[in-house]
């Protein structure tokens, strides 16, 4: 990769990052589903093509610590644009679980990784918060 792709600030409540990716929407979504599904993410059926919603419960962790199970979820959609695709991917759960903060960043690289060896040229937005602003 040769932007870093760093975790993202607790202070970044709800994280958001876009990727611009020199390929089609479908191809810029298959790549996030593989890596997701490679992270331990069950995908949801989808109900629009350019949309991908995944959920992963961290059972171990939990059981081990007497909490209640944390579904991480992860939410994404690709739009088309003169260059290829921007994918936005959410993540709008309140509490990651543990070890859910690499494990996005990990997901993310992996993405990034098969575009760039598919030759899809990919660049990196920053962490931002997916919050809705007060007004």
């Keep these: 990769m040769t932007e ?3 975790q993202w600030s607790i202070t970044v409540p709800r994280p958001t990052i876009v990727l ?3 390929c089609p929407p479908q191809t810029a979504l298959g790549a996030l589903a593989e890596a997701l599904t490679g992270q331990g993410f069950r995908l949801k059926p989808a109900t629009e093509p350019l949309h991908l919603e995944a959920t992963r419960i961290g059972w171990l962790w939990e059981l081990l610590s007497t909490t209640l199970p944390e579904r991480g979820v992860v939410v994404a959609d690709a739009t088309a644009t003169p260059t290829g695709t921007s994918l936005r991917v959410h993540h709008p759960s309140r509490n990651y679980g543990w070890g859910g903060r690499r494990r996005a960043v990990r997901t993310l690289e992996e ?3 098969r575009l ?6 990919v660049s990196i937005g920053p962490w931002q918060s997916g919050l809705a602003p007060r007004h």
């Design 4 to 6: 870093p792709l760093s």
């Design 20 to 22: 611009e990716a020199g």
């Design 116 to 121: 760039r060896a598919a030759g899809v040229p």
């Design 111 to 113: 993405t990034v990784r």
